[in-house]
């Protein structure tokens, strides 16, 4: 197969580029119609046909949103072909069919794109997969409550992507019945939506999630957040209302409500971190929060790796994504606002005693976010009959941490891509090439046979695999380490807003705090149902 090809997908013939290393990439396919006009904020629709050959060398237009990343494309007013795939496919000499690695890109459901240069598919491809990424609406058009309308626009046009990979994979040599759903952050935390979801049943065999974040709205939350983003765009939260605003306001208004988030949070958790848009745990797209579904054995037929950074929040800190707190009645507030107990909080001072506030809070929202909750779904995956892998990423040098984000350019094989040397403290040296190769080729080995390359979680063992420089060995059994140990007991649920907290934190020194930062009384995140 030439690197410069074409091919027969079901909507037409489409044309893509050499990408180097012998891969093709083609890029921005629509897999559904642009949502826009009669379809703004119903469920993706079929893409139209089209005659000739499509010259798909470049990527597709990008969701709404206010985002510039760095050499990634922005979205301008007008753009709406936005629901498109992208596929980079080695070429083959023994002409078998490829795994397929379907890639979900992350953003805080607000923002982002299959776009940026990181998420390059080409050395994932040349280890011989089929690599497919996909745009989807994100922020109000994706995720926004409009009564009538189908809540969870963002995860069901993923699922459209992934029935366009079904039927038109095996045109670009991979192999439709061995799909494997991969995410990072909010990408990881649809990848966990989508295996509790009925309708995407069937349509890939194994997950790789990334720092999962534990954040799920019920739908009364859902329609708070409406309700203050269509009273900044000054219209009814009515789907006439919302239907009367371009694209463009909506994102403004949205932007206007997560700045005032934390003196004016639409519940208690936004003070600290102002994420506005979530998947909604509805009854109808989204059954249940996917931790209590993998628990309840939903989808204990996919094989799922997980992985999540030792230092998080360290990264949401730095950009300035998350509220900063230095003192002990910051750190009271922090916690009521989540509701975590008295021990938990105790014993990360405990575990940390010279270090500062802003590092123990850091530290235990980092955990409270991604750690804990990743680490939960691979060990409730396990117990429920399901086979699940976990892994760290623990690599620092020279100062940088292993944070937020920082593993992404190591297992894409794309540390020399634009951007990566903030994400991962520098330009690499050859120990960062050498922890590369070996992260690309567990998702790699995982795509094609399910094996990432070390133990599975147990009912009664969790070993961890540390991606670290130098190579790191295998911890037999991450379940008695100390921190972990402090959560125990402390169960996850979903967010809700009009309750007061379920109880404060005692034992804090300076626990009131001024009135300014504390959280409103009128918004909570409490913790039922919850999954231990």
Known sequence: MSTEADFRTASGRVRGKGAGNGVTAV??????????????????????????????????????????LPKAPVWRPGDEDILTVNVWVPERADGGALPVLFFIHGGAYTFGSS????????????????????????????????????????LLDQIAALRWVRDNIAAFGGDPGNVTVAGHSSGAGSVACLMAMEQARGLFRRAIAHSVPNAFYTAELAAAVTERIAGEAEVAPTP???????????????????????????A?????????????????????????????????????????????????????????????????????????PAHLVDGYRAAMPDAPVLDRYLALLGDAKFGEYTTRLAEHHARAGGRAYLARFARRRNGARPWHTADIPFAFGNLDAAGADFLIG?????????????MLRSWAGFAATGDPGWPAVTAATTPVKSWAVPDAPLSADDTSTGLRALWRDVPFGLLRPGQPARHRPRGLSGAAGPASARPSARTDVITAPAVS
């Open 268 to 340: 208690a958790v936004h003070a600290f971190d102002p994420v506005i848009f979530q998947p909604v745990v509805d009854g109808e797209v989204l059954p249940a929060d996917p931790l209590r579904a993998l628990t309840a054995g939903a989808a204990r037929e996919v094989d799922l790796l997980v992985c999540h950074t030792l230092e998080e929040c360290w990264f949401l800190h730095t950009v300035g994504a998350v509220r900063e707190v230095t003192t002990e009645a910051g750190l009271a507030d922090f916690a009521a606002a989540l509701s975590l």
């Open 240 to 266: 006439q209302g919302l239907l009367s605003v371009p694209p463009e306001a909506l994102v403004a208004a949205s932007d206007t409500v997560t700045a005032h988030c934390r003196t004016n949070p639409v």
């Open 27 to 68: 890029l921005g396919i629509p897999y559904a119609a642009a949502p826009f006009g009669a379809r703004r904020f119903w469920e993706p629709q079929p893409a139209p046909a089209w005659d000739g050959t499509r010259d798909c060398t470049a990527f597709g237009p990008i969701s709404p949103q206010s985002a510039q």
């Open 426 to 438: 520098g330009a690499p040296d050859d120990h960062d090439r050498a922890l590369s190769r070996r």
């Open 115 to 154: 776009a940026q240069p990181d998420f390059d598919g080409t050395a994932l491809a040349h280890a011989k997969l089929a690599v497919v990424s996909c745009n989807y609406r994100v922020g109000f058009e994706g995720f926004g409550h409009v009564s009538g309308h189908p809540g969870n626009r963002g």
